[in-house]
């Protein structure tokens, strides 16, 4: 269907959280559930979404796609990976299977330094190539819209090439991309040992250039024990915001150095991995506009225990789940694995999940008004799921169910 115009009928449930911003704490769990639904697409937006005999007129010329009695949520938002990176690290994967632990594996040269060589060695064209593959994976498991985040160069000319692959994606394809620079990923070889040297030529030289030409809507740091402490953590953070970026943290995944504190000091829009936090972290994330990202699929991966997302949503936090796709500490974008850990082992119930995964994510990257629900005004991305109720996304545990992908009206993926 080349349209963006669609309506959508044979709704066993259509289900989904609602409102403009992020849910936060029993909010979250406030799912709308309409049994023998429909939805109406108008040019690209949802215009009507409610029970089937309450639908309005339908214009002779809108398409119909019947959702076969299944289940209908909105698109999911992923927003948190590094989805645009060459090369791989499958034998790290095996050392650590085998006992290394993931910082001594970046001690001896390995981890983000692997990843950095061979995305400096890829071509843009390569880039782009990789990236459309890694999307078309996405949209066929719900993704709508994604987070990118750039931190494989950690050069000037290497940064702007995986940000200029997401802008020239983000035109092609129908997945919306949402790119965050990530210059402060690690310390380059030729900054060995002067970590903070480093931090001024990202201030100095790379900010600039990237605001200069409008490829990043959100700055990232590594905030961590032996990568970037709180110090230079700050002081990108606050050159980042005077430049008119949003602020996105990695914070306290391997060490609990105050990474979370500081995202809800300086507004971040989210503080992400968080495995380290504590109580206290939970209330300052409360009390601000700051979203909680877990990323489940890396503590699987990791072997590390989950971040304890219930405590968060019990203190009131707005809590986000995300992918964290990238070539090291989790080289997977499993939505479905994500709903099983996160019910099965992080005590969320699939309403909370579910708002995590669409509303919550598309607050976190400040896109909240946009998409992340089914209702009037946002934009018409929604997921036709194999199955009766949204139960399933969590009961049939890691399993595709997603049948069909509509973006902005468009019929996007269609399960064989």
């Given amino acids: 269907m080349s349209t963006a115009d ?4 044979d709704i066993r449930e259509l289900a989904t959280p609602t409102g403009g ?5 029993p909010e979250m769990a406030e799912v709308r559930s309409v ?7 108008r040019d690209g937006r949802i215009a009507w979404a409610g029970p089937a005999s309450e639908a309005p007129a339908i214009p002779e ?3 119909v796609l019947s959702a076969g009695g299944g289940t209908v949520v909105p698109g999911f938002v992923d927003s948190h990976t590094h989805f645009v990176f060459a090369g791989d690290r499958s034998e790290e994967f095996l050392w650590r299977a085998g006992g290394l632990p993931y910082m001594e594996i970046h001690r001896r040269g390995g981890g983000i330094r692997r990843s950095m060589d061979a995305t400096r060695a890829a071509s843009l064209d390569e880039l782009v190539a990789i990236g459309r593959r890694r999307l078309g ?3 066929s498991l719900g993704v709508t819209t994604v987070e990118g985040k750039s931190g494989y160069g950690m050069d000037l000319a290497t940064e702007l090439r995986q940000l200029e692959a997401m802008d020239i994606l983000g035109r092609e394809q129908p997945v919306r991309i949402v ?3 990530l210059g402060p990923h690690s310390t380059p070889p030729e900054y060995a040992g002067r970590t903070s040297e480093y931090m001024d030529y990202v201030i100095r030289d790379m900010l600039p250039a990237v605001k200069a030409r409008g490829l990043a809507r959100f700055c990232d740091v590594f905030c961590e024990k032996g990568v970037f402490e709180l110090a230079d953590s700050r002081r990108y953070l606050e050159a980042a915001k005077a430049a008119g970026f949003g602020l996105k943290v990695h914070a306290d995944e391997i060490e609990r150095i105050g990474g979370a504190a500081l995202a809800a000091e300086l507004g971040a829009a989210s503080a992400d991995h968080l495995l380290k936090c504590v109580p206290s972290d939970y209330e300052a994330l409360a009390r601000s506009s700051t979203v909680a990202t877990c990323l489940p699929l890396t503590a699987f991966v990791l072997r590390e225990p989950y971040a304890d997302a219930r405590g968060m949503i019990d203190s009131g936090c707005a809590v986000a789940l995300a992918s964290d796709l990238n070539p090291g500490s989790c080289y997977s974008q499993s939505i479905p694995l994500i709903f099983a850990l996160a019910v099965l082992y992080m005590r969320l119930s699939v309403d909370e999940a579910l708002c995590a995964l669409t509303l919550n994510g598309a607050a976190a990257l400040g896109l909240a008004g946009e998409v992340g629900s089914i209702e ?3 934009r018409g991305d929604l997921v036709i799921l194999d199955a009766p109720s949204r139960a399933f996304l969590a009961y049939h545990s890691g399993m595709n169910l997603v049948k069909t992908t509509v973006i902005g009206g468009r019929l996007e993926y269609e399960r064989p």
């Fill in 376 to 378: 009037p005004g946002k």
């Fill in 6 to 9: 669609l309506f959508v009928r």
């Fill in 35 to 41: 049994p023998d639904a429909a939805v109406l697409i």
């Fill in 179 to 181: 790119p965050t620079f």
């Fill in 21 to 25: 911003k992020a849910q936060r704490g």
């Fill in 61 to 63: 010329d809108v398409p």
């Fill in 137 to 139: 994976t996405m949209v």
